[in-house]
């Protein structure tokens, strides 16, 4: 009895030190897993934080050629405008000479425009900036600026406004061909324009003048702008005017009758030869005190 006694407590013994183990291996187990998580969760996750730093890397990366794109627009823009209105002082000076020549020769008589047209505005795109780029006009009369459409005009009456004038001559169309689907658009803000002067300055004359023609050279090049366009443009004006009671000038008949190339290489913009005689057309039209003197 006591030798079986002593068997079954060794069994026992046996028994509970097996399950001792079996917890002290679970438990060194649970602990290496949990060292391990600690671990894990100390040290920064791949997909979590590199991808943020490769978007923002990214983005950044996006915005710098987005800004230098912007950048080579807008040099773009800077040069294409040095190169159809700005003339340096010293060709600007050899253009004057040969116009003060050429009028000596048939006759005609130098004008201080200033003064006789101190009490109009003038409004347009780069075409009728020229007229105080050459300094014929000062500058607060000539609201115009490279790429102006009769859209932006709508947003600058308030300059006009401010001056009061007595006559208001405006000239658009090159740019709105560009810049409106359809011929019937254009003339819709036109219109606007017109009533909106109209209505706030309503003992002001308006003039709308007719679209210039653009070069032989130039039609071939672009074909959304010809002459045949802009002729059937000009009749629209000239309707439009009528029908809004304002007075249409079609100042082309200055290049139409002009014996030399008044334009810019370009084929768009004019050179100094043209103002002058483009102001003496509106002065034998709109001036009673220069009526008829360069016809």
Not at 89 to 94: N, P, T, V
Not at 96 to 125: A, M, S, W
Not at 240 to 262: C, F, G, K, P, R
């Amino acid at each position: 009895m006591a030798r079986l006694r002593k068997k079954k407590n060794k069994t026992t013994y046996r028994k509970i030190k097996f399950i001792v183990c079996m917890i002290l291996i679970a438990f060194i187990c649970m602990m290496s897993l949990w060292i391990e998580k600690c671990i894990a969760d100390s040290i920064p996750k791949e997909n979590s934080v590199i991808p943020e730093e490769k978007k923002d890397t990214t983005q950044k990366m996006k915005k710098e050629e987005d800004l230098k794109e912007y950048k080579k627009i807008d040099e773009e823009k800077n040069l294409q405008t040095n190169h159809t209105i700005e003339i340096n002082k010293e060709k600007k000076d050899d253009i004057k000479e040969q116009i003060t020549i050429n009028h000596e020769k048939q006759g005609n008589k130098k004008y201080n425009y200033k003064e006789i047209f101190y009490q109009d505005v003038f409004i347009g795109d780069s075409i009728t900036n020229g007229l105080s780029f050459y300094h014929l006009l000062d500058d607060k009369k000539v609201i115009a600026n490279l790429g102006d459409t009769i859209s932006k005009a709508l947003m600058k009456i308030d300059k006009v406004l401010i001056i009061n004038p007595q006559n208001i001559f405006i000239l658009f169309g090159v740019n709105d061909f560009k810049y409106y689907k359809t011929e019937e658009e254009f003339i819709k803000y036109y219109e606007q324009l017109i009533h909106e002067l109209k209505n706030k300055l309503p003992n002001t004359n308006i003039y709308v003048q007719s679209i210039l023609p653009v070069s032989s050279k130039y039609e071939q090049k672009n074909t959304y702008v010809t002459n045949e366009k802009i002729e059937n443009m000009n009749i629209l004006l000239m309707n439009m005017s009528e029908v809004n009671d304002v007075t249409y000038i079609h100042i082309a008949t200055v290049i139409e009758n002009s014996n030399e190339d008044l334009h810019e290489g370009d084929g768009i913009h004019f050179r100094y030869a043209f103002y002058p005689v483009w102001l003496n057309f509106l002065m034998d039209y709109t001036k009673e005190d220069y009526k008829n003197e360069n016809i």
